[in-house]
């Protein structure tokens, strides 16, 4: 297991528990691949590394079983939830729709000034294909996902689609370090974005439908690393 190095937990943010601001960052070590599907969440090593009691951390890893994040395996503790290719498959199904909703409702919604808020993300992600630092770009991939959803001004629709994003995401990462996705991604997100900016909703669900559905042989080849 490897959670960020170094110090502990600093206080939650205002709002937030103790146990509500462990499981942010639990959740942000899980997203970020720093703790693998499958990997066992050891109780104690966390209490210790943020400075906290167990009470907390055992609180944070039902709040994160809540989420589908980990599961709690009775005496064997909590542990990251592992999903099977098929469960994966259909997640990622529900995840274009979702993501496809977002550009919808973007297209229908952005200003003209939007234009100057996407692009700069959209040049970031360009600049990194060549240098081929795959985790830089997922990264900077997120910001540009973040922005449809903000765009698409539905905070209820933002937040379903952040939940299951953030449980694929371990996943998702793995799907950028495979041949030619970075510069696929850079096509495809530049078929959605032509599609939002021209306030084409239909066009713009497609592209992002399809972008995230990972159809034809990127879908065969992201299962076939599961077997």
Not at 104 to 130: K, M
Not at 169 to 197: F, G, K, Q, W
């Amino acid at each position: 297991m490897r959670i960020e190095e170094g110090r502990p937990a600093p206080s939650p943010p205002p709002g937030l528990t103790l146990a509500e601001g462990l499981r942010q960052q639990l959740e942000a070590a899980i997203a970020a691949g720093h703790l693998e599907p499958g990997s066992r969440l050891d109780e104690q090593e966390i209490a210790l590394r943020y400075g906290v009691s167990r009470t907390p951390v055992r609180e944070a890893f039902r709040l994160l079983a809540a989420s589908q994040l980990v599961e709690l395996r009775g005496r064997q503790g909590a542990v990251v939830r592992s999903i099977g290719p098929h469960v994966l498959l259909e997640m990622f199904q529900v995840m274009a729709e979702l993501e496809g909703l977002c550009a919808r409702l973007a297209a229908r919604r952005v200003p003209p000034t939007w234009g100057a808020t996407i692009e700069p993300i959209h040049q970031r992600l360009v600049a990194l294909v060549d240098g081929g630092d795959a985790d830089a770009f997922y990264d900077v991939n997120q910001e540009f996902h973040e922005a449809i959803y903000e765009a698409a001004r539905n905070g209820f629709l933002a937040d379903q689609t952040r939940r299951l994003r953030n449980q694929v995401a371990a996943y998702r990462r793995r799907v950028t370090r495979m041949p030619n996705r970075m510069s696929d991604t850079i096509r495809e997100h530049e078929a959605i974005l032509r599609a939002i900016l021209a306030h084409d909703p239909e066009a713009a669900h497609r592209a992002m439908r399809d972008h995230v559905a990972l159809l034809g042989d990127n879908l065969l080849d992201f299962l076939a690393a599961f077997e």
